[in-house]
């Protein structure tokens, strides 16, 4: 397929990188910022731009070479950078190991890149919202149309701006949002006069940022067509009704906003009963979404009737072979390029609470070679190492059911426990048992309310493992004395490859990686020196 570049020229680029990337549409052209909204077929030329960028912006490693694709933002970069500030995966050789070992300084290109990419795309985005704006109300755009495009950038905008505070700001929890966030960036820059505006405005706090996030979504839910599960292209690679609302949910269990999860999640959750042996069974009310009947039905390139939103990836445009997920995830391999550079950790695979006849420990992993030459443990999850073809899964049904369960278990008064969150947490774990009618969760399975948090939450980790979720249930549990670590939990040493500790149920071997308190300055990621040297105003996270 013939590739053209998206080009939105900038009067000043202040702290972005410039807008120049090869995206997957035909015919071969080029478009400036001054003409770009004059046709529709324009306007979705730029809307595919925003999107690009999302996938992946200019990788710049810092060192004085030239610039590369690495995944940067979402296209693979948040799934992996995710992954190994956990302890779920191990960083096998030494690509990964500054963000392993939580050692980034305001110097070093993953935490730098992400803070670069994240506010190129949100640029990019702000730039689209105001041309599609003027094309709606000129004409150029039918007002549906021009509202649709405008509330997938809405949805973009604050994806970028919630991965930041992951990463570069402490969680709600701690004193309700009081601590510094990031600059939420909501108008674009692009002349001198949104260059100086830019550098007066600080960090926001958490709250604040969180506040302006939810409304984002909440305009883009308004906006955006609904979507019909299973069709992929425009149903999962552009974001829909259902994404918007998902991504809501997300945000609000992390705010631990529990009522407002169940209040969203009630609109892509039918309120009746639901029979969780036949999880099929359960379908969103708004697009039709559900889970794939099989463990592994939704990571066929990640499009299934279960794959709410996901990020597009192809052979003619992908992350490349220093970043694409079925290459760093995957068994190392000359035959297919596969590099097997972050393994299985046995933290996660020996854990008491995944049962030995889990499905998913067959058909969703493999041992094979690691980069080093020795047997280790990976995920089939990402399948085309080839042409690094795989979809990026951002959002799942199974995400939106677990976290649902979640907001039902702790709005339970006292310590009850809540039988639609067993029926919820259920419907997603029963997929993957051998015996579900006798080995599904009952209400006698908790004791507490607690215990049927804490069940839910280790589902999480199995279900979810190597898509990038873990580090924001880390983060977003820092505080909680129950069922947080206080901080980044020690994880096993950089490299480990002794496939014999990997026992169902068995002795985690000593890890290696000590565990890095919440107290300490190392828990945030620094802000990027580039932009302190341009915006001062921006405050850097103590301790750097």
């Given at each position: 397929?013939?590739?053209?570049?998206?080009?939105?020229?900038?009067?000043?680029?202040?702290?972005?990188?410039?807008?120049?990337?090869?995206i997957d549409l035909a015919p071969y052209t080029s478009i400036a910022s001054n003409t770009a909204f004059?046709?529709?077929?324009?306007?979705?030329?730029?809307?595919?731009?925003?999107?690009?960028?999302?996938q992946s912006g200019i990788y710049d490693p810092l060192n004085g070479t030239a610039n590369s694709v690495r995944g940067y933002p979402f296209g693979a970069a948040a799934v992996e950078q995710e992954e190994m500030r956990g302890e779920d995966m191990v960083n096998v050789a030494t690509f990964y190991a500054v963000t392993y070992a939580n050692t980034c300084t305001p110097l070093t290109p993953n935490n730098v890149n992400m803070w670069k990419e994240c506010y190129a795309l949100i640029n990019k985005a702000n730039i689209a919202i105001n041309g599609f704006t003027t094309a709606g109300s000129t004409g150029v755009l039918s007002s549906s149309v021009a509202n649709d495009y405008i509330g997938q950038c809405l949805f973009l905008r604050a994806m970028a701006h919630h991965e930041l505070l992951l990463h570069f700001a402490k969680p709600y929890a701690d004193n309700n949002g009081a601590s510094l966030g990031i600059p939420y960036r909501n108008f674009p820059i692009e002349s001198q006069v949104s260059v100086d505006l830019a550098k007066t405005l600080p960090r926001e706090t958490v709250a604040a940022c969180y506040t302006k996030i939810l409304a984002d979504l909440d305009q883009a839910e308004t906006f955006l067509q609904t979507g019909t599960a299973g069709l992929g292209g425009y149903n999962t690679y552009y974001a829909t009704k259902a994404a918007a609302i998902a991504l809501k949910m997300r945000v609000k269990l992390h705010k631990g906003d529990w009522a407002g999860v169940i209040t969203e999640g009630n609109k892509l959750v039918p309120t009746t009963t639901i029979n969780p042996q036949n999880w099929t069974s359960v379908v969103s009310p708004i697009g039709g979404w559900k889970l794939t009947?099989?463990?592994?039905?939704?990571?066929?390139?990640?499009i299934s009737e279960e794959s709410i939103f996901s990020i597009k990836n192809d052979a003619l445009d992908n992350p490349g072979t220093n970043a694409s997920l079925a290459r760093m995830f995957g068994v190392s391999s000359?035959?297919?390029?596969?590099?097997?550079?972050?393994?299985?950790?046995?933290?996660?695979?020996?854990?008491?609470?995944?049962?030995?006849?889990?499905k998913r420990r067959t058909i969703l992993y493999i041992n094979g070679s690691d980069n080093t030459g020795a047997t280790n443990k990976f995920t089939l999850k990402y399948k085309d190492p080839v042409n690094q073809s795989d979809g990026t899964p951002y959002i799942r049904y199974a995400e939106v059911l677990l976290t649902l369960a979640e907001a039902e278990a702790w709005n339970a008064a006292s310590v009850a426990v809540a039988t639609r969150s067993i029926d919820l947490l259920n419907t997603v774990r029963n997929r993957a048992l051998a015996a579900p009618l006798t080995d599904a969760y009952t209400v006698a399975s908790f004791a507490t309310k607690n215990a049927?948090?804490?069940?839910?939450?280790?589902?999480?980790?199995?279900?979810?493992?190597?898509?990038?979720?873990?580090?924001?249930?880390?983060h977003r549990y820092a505080t909680n004395a129950t069922?947080?670590?206080?901080g980044v939990p020690d994880k096993m040493i950089s490299g480990f490859n002794v496939i014999s500790s990997f026992v169902c149920g068995g002795i985690v071997p000593a890890t290696g990686t000590p565990a890095i308190p919440y107290s300490d300055y190392r828990f945030l990621w620094p802000i990027p020196q580039q932009e302190r040297n341009t915006n001062p105003i921006v405050a850097q996270n103590p301790g750097y």
């Open positions: 397929m013939k590739r053209i570049y998206f080009i939105i020229t900038l009067a000043m680029t202040l702290f972005f990188m410039g807008c120049s990337k090869q004059l046709t529709a077929d324009r306007c979705l030329l730029v809307l595919n731009g925003v999107y690009d960028a999302a009947s099989a463990v592994d039905g939704a990571f066929t390139n990640n000359t035959a297919t390029g596969g590099r097997g550079l972050c393994s299985i950790s046995p933290i996660l695979w020996n854990m008491p609470e995944w049962t030995c006849s889990d049927l948090i804490n069940a839910i939450l280790k589902e999480r980790r199995i279900e979810f493992a190597a898509e990038g979720k873990r580090w924001g249930d880390i069922f947080g670590f206080n």
